[in-house]
Nanobody
């Protein structure tokens, strides 16, 4: 299984981005999908997750600015990021877990850089 994330880039504060992550290969039915972010020297942080049925959760710092969604038919998870802030600068990694919870998949991530 390979997860390919895309959509990152350099944007000015206040701008928007849409990240995508697609799963390729052979794998069981996907349950939870999630986005994490990582800054060098800091712990990986869960920013948003979405269950197969559509229930969403967000880290408190991104509420109202980040929107997670998914397309089960395409094995794809999205992250809409609005009103970007310099503190959002990080590598954003996608994670998918099998519906049975016995397999965990990670992508390499996409870099988001926000200039002030």
């Amino acid at each position: 299984v390979q997860l390919q994330a895309s959509g990152g880039g350099l944007v000015q504060a206040g701008g928007s981005l849409r990240l995508s992550c697609v799963a390729f290969g052979s794998f069981p039915t996907i349950g939870d999908m999630a986005w994490y972010r990582q800054v060098p020297g800091k712990q990986r942080e869960l920013v948003a997750s979405i269950q197969r049925g559509g229930t969403k959760t967000y880290h408190g710092s991104v509420m109202g600015r980040f929107t997670v969604s998914r397309d089960n038919a395409k094995n794809t998870v999205y992250l809409e990021i609005d009103n970007l802030k310099p503190q959002d600068t990080a590598v954003y990694l996608c994670n998918m877990r099998s519906l049975l919870g016995n397999s965990d998949y990670w992508g390499k991530g996409t870099l988001v850089t926000v200039s002030s």
